[in-house]
T-cell receptor, first 114, second 110 residues
Framework: DTGVSQNPRHKITKRGQNVTFRCDPI?????LYWYRQTLGQGPEFLTYFQNEAQLEKSRLLSDRFSAERPKGSFSTLEIQRTEQGDSAMYLCASSFFGPAYEQYFGPGTRLTVT | SQQGEEDPQALSIQEGENATMNCSYKTSINNLQWYRQNSGRGLVHLIL?????REKHSGRLRVTLDTSKKSSSLLITASRAADTASYFC??????????FGTGTRLQVFP
């Protein structure tokens, strides 16, 4: 399968714990995006990379969130000191560079903070 | 924040009927895309229409774009039970990231 993959698919954690998610994009794509989706809403942009450079971060991405894309391949999204409000689906997408390229989404990681 | 809104929020139809969903957005765009999401799953890209295009077809899908009204519509013809999903429009407002609408939940009954 050459699509976007995300791990884990589900994560249950207690409030205050740190969690890390991984995204493996389509190998030819140089753009990688992270979105967050809560129940009944559309995905909301968090951040994106072009190769290894993080080009933009949303104001939704508080100091507890950090994302990396070492070597311009896979990416990780870490949430420190999780809060119940962090419970959501975290979606990763990749694309070619440019304004008119579709984004290919992974299956998402569903985070539940108890 | 969401860029736009889909209308209706929910739509129920019988198999074989057509389904029309509308999307309104707020700022100028490079392109507009439609995605489908099955319950609890990732998004699947359906179609992309550029800001200088007015209509585009892909199989049973027809998308229109009216930049003067900042609106788009997605028509699914001869719907099938497998079309049951949430449908989102997403715009690229000159920022290289997608801004999604709130979605239309489509239910197609066999």
């Amino acid at each position: 399968d050459t699509g976007v993959s995300q791990n884990p698919r589900h994560k249950i954690t207690k409030r205050g714990q740190n969690v890390t998610f991984r995204c493996d994009p389509i190998s030819e794509h140089n753009r990688l995006y992270w979105y967050r989706q809560t129940l009944g809403q559309g995905p909301e942009f968090l951040t994106y990379f072009q190769n290894e450079a993080q080009l933009e971060k949303s104001r939704l991405l508080s100091d507890r969130f950090s994302a990396e894309r070492p070597k311009g391949s896979f990416s990780t999204l870490e949430i420190q000191r999780t809060e119940q409000g962090d419970s959501a689906m975290y979606l990763c997408a990749s694309s070619f560079f440019g304004p008119a390229y579709e984004q290919y989404f992974g299956p998402g990681t569903r985070l539940t903070v108890t | 924040s969401q860029q736009g809104e889909e209308d209706p929020q929910a739509l129920s139809i019988q198999e074989g009927e057509n389904a029309t969903m509308n999307c309104s957005y707020k700022t100028s765009i490079n392109n507009l895309q439609w995605y489908r999401q099955n319950s609890g799953r990732g998004l699947v890209h359906l179609i992309l229409i550029r800001s200088n295009e007015r209509e585009k077809h892909s199989g049973r899908l027809r998308v229109t774009l009216d930049t003067s009204k900042k609106s788009s519509s997605l028509l699914i013809t001869a719907s099938r039970a497998a079309d049951t999903a949430s449908y989102f429009c997403a715009t690229d407002p000159n920022t290289d990231k997608l801004i999604f609408g709130t979605g239309t939940r489509l239910q197609v009954f066999p």
